[in-house]
């Protein structure tokens, strides 16, 4: 597996940005995990969004302090994932989603990178953020997700069911 960097968004990796966002709607992926809603902006309003929340004197309302991500393969520039690490949890959050968010562009799933780019993560997480525990979900039929989860450490702490009818795992990683 090729090194991957964490590179925070900017106006220039534009094309690199749509040609991910697009080969997920070719997959029929209209979700962008760990994307903080770069499949629904323009991406532009989306480099303001992520600027404003990774501010605690701008963050929206209902929203977190949190830091996004490109996931980017040094061999050949390319964005291979998106990660989005929240430094604190909110009652949504805290019920669903976790700290952290990532995903793996369909083309190159199933080759270590999610497993890294999780592990780069909790180490920005542990650092710069300051955690020292993580929680991160995700769907039971997730084979994939859930063993990225166990493999960068993850206890499982609860199962529930969600609202879309499909079991949501829960677990717990500590820094």
């Not at 963050?59 to 390319?78: C, E, K, L, P, S």
Request: hydrophobic content about 40%.
């Amino acid at each position: 597996m090729d090194v991957l960097r964490l590179e925070k968004p900017c106006a220039a990796l534009f094309e690199m940005a749509m040609d991910y966002k697009n080969e997920h709607e070719r997959y029929g992926e209209m979700q962008l995990h760990g994307g903080a809603l770069l499949e629904q902006m323009d991406y532009s309003a989306w480099l303001c969004q992520i600027e404003e929340n990774s501010n605690p004197d701008t963050v929206h309302t209902g929203w977190v302090v949190a830091d996004t991500f490109f996931a980017i393969r040094a061999a050949d520039q390319r964005i291979i994932g998106m990660v989005d690490i929240r430094h604190t949890l909110n009652a949504f959050l805290a019920a669903y989603g976790g700290h952290i968010g990532y995903g793996v562009r369909p083309s190159e799933r199933q080759k270590g990178y999610a497993k890294e780019i999780l592990r780069l993560a909790l180490q920005y997480a542990k650092q710069s953020v300051g955690l020292n525990r993580v929680m991160v979900a995700c769907y039971r039929d997730n084979e994939a997700s859930w063993r990225t989860i166990l493999k960068n450490g993850g206890k499982l702490d609860h199962e529930f069911i969600h609202t879309d009818g499909k079991t949501v795992q829960v677990y717990w990683i500590e820094l």
